[in-house]
């Protein structure tokens, strides 16, 4: 599951998976920003158990409802896509407009250079520089 896609229904779904760890339908419906009847939450989580994306237990007469792939699994997947479709392929271009975001806090910053140094550390992986 190297190249996760998420429409946006689905995604929103899914955040509040990842958000709650699981939840019931009607959990999942209650936190959603967007007003959905029941039947079309139950629709979303359905098609995302039959992708793969969740699974579920019964609990009662409910279902309880579980992420089943990672958030940074699909955020990886997403990030590739953004790279390549807005900044043409460049990492480089997309940081820019990251570290350029006039509401990252100096903490923000400060704990995103700590990455980028741990990174520039690391044993080279084999990728570009």
Do not use: C
Request: zero cysteines; proline letters at 5%; charged letters at 30%.
């Amino acid at each position: 599951m190297s190249d996760l896609h998420f429409p946006p229904r689905e995604l929103a779904v899914m955040s509040v998976l990842w958000k709650l760890g699981s939840a019931t339908v009607a959990q999942v419906k209650d936190d959603l920003d967007e007003p959905l009847a029941y039947t079309s939450v139950l629709s979303a989580l359905q098609t995302l158990e039959e992708k793969g994306y969740v699974r579920h237990e019964a609990e009662g007469r409910a279902y309880r409802y579980f992420p089943a792939v990672e958030a940074d699994a699909a955020g990886g997947s997403a990030i590739a896509r953004i790279k390549d479709a807005i900044f043409h392929g460049s990492a480089e271009r997309m940081f820019a407009q990251l570290v350029n975001d006039k509401e990252l806090s100096r903490a923000e910053l400060e704990r995103m250079r700590a990455l980028l140094a741990a990174r520039l550390r690391a044993p080279d992986d084999g990728g570009t520089p």
